[in-house]
């Protein structure tokens, strides 16, 4: 099985940057691949008219159905409240009244407006969704698995944070809580995939603070991290998930994590100017 990775593409930008994307899409369904996965911001604001172009993209090209399209949701497509107004850093602070608009939404951003914006995002793609498995635990769906074939299975995470003024000011952090592990941990102990290649799908990153400090800088790193990142990789150790693949910082990569690095991780974050990744499941998984 052929599958296609790609991320952050951030439909919404501009038509000139619509067109772009399209234009992508084209380009991989002229290569037939069996199935596509995108790991989060497909749209940039979350704004209805993004979540429609880019899911008549997907149809125009075949893409919208549970057997060709695994999606996952990126901060970008979940708190529209926020990027819908404030679209930049300088957006955000030309006026301090844009300052107090936005302390406003993310003191009052709680768990149930979560709720709502995952369960937003999730009806756009609903087809994508047909035939999934999830558990005791699961938030509006996620984790969940999607067996592909004989031979491939897919594990599907919403790794955003929860917004907030200390937690993630920027809604740019990810992170693995407890009810998060859990889940994950149940999921994949009560549907054991031996014998498959299991790929993992989330939006944000396996990287530590300190590579990304090294990659970028200490502000940077400070509001794009992944709280308790270890416990992903923990639990992908424990149930034998062979691929990692992810976006939100903005290049492509290919990295490897665990204790003895055997975990290929994949970074599409660079979908949008570069290559898409390919990953071939034909060849027998241990």
């Given amino acids: 099985m052929k599958i296609v990775h790609i991320s952050d593409l951030h439909y919404g930008i501009s038509e000139h940057h619509n067109k772009s994307v399209e234009r992508k899409i084209r380009d991989i369904a002229s ?4 199935h596509l996965v995108i790991t ?13 172009g880019i899911s008549e993209i997907l149809k125009r090209y075949g893409f919208f159905e549970a057997s060709r399209l695994t999606v996952v949701p990126g901060n970008h497509d ?3 409240q926020f990027f819908a107004h404030f679209k930049t850093p300088e957006s955000l602070y030309r006026k301090f009244a844009g300052v107090r608009k936005y302390l406003g939404l993310m003191v009052n951003y709680r768990l149930k407006k979560y709720r709502k914006d995952l369960n937003h995002f999730k ?4 087809a994508s969704f047909e035939g999934v498995i999830t558990s005791r635990g699961n938030l509006c769906g996620y984790p969940f698995l999607k067996i592909l074939d004989e031979k491939t299975a897919i594990i599907g995470i919403d790794s955003n944070q929860l917004p907030g003024i200390a937690r993630n000011p920027a809604c740019s952090n990810g992170v693995c809580d407890m009810q998060d592990y859990r889940a994950l941990d149940l999921l994949l102990t009560e549907h054991p995939m031996k014998g498959k290649c299991i790929i993992a799908a989330m939006h944000n990153y396996l ?5 990304v400090v090294k990659m970028s800088s200490k502000i940077f790193a400070r509001f794009m991290a992944t709280r308790k990142y270890e416990r992903y990789i923990e639990l992908f150790e424990k149930h ?7 976006g939100h910082y903005h290049f492509n990569d290919e990295y490897y994590v ?8 994949l970074n599409g974050g660079g979908s949008r100017w570069g290559k898409w990744h390919e990953i071939d499941t034909c060849d027998p998984v241990a």
Avoid: A, C, W
């Fill in 240 to 246: 034998h998930v062979n691929i990692v693949l992810h």
């Fill in 78 to 80: 979940l708190y529209m």
């Fill in 207 to 211: 990287y530590s603070y300190e590579q």
């Fill in 31 to 34: 290569h037939h691949p069996s």
């Fill in 258 to 265: 665990g204790h003895k690095k055997k975990i290929r991780v």
């Fill in 40 to 52: 989060g911001d497909l749209t940039n604001t979350g704004r209805e008219k993004e979540y429609k």
């Fill in 123 to 126: 009806s756009y793609f609903q």
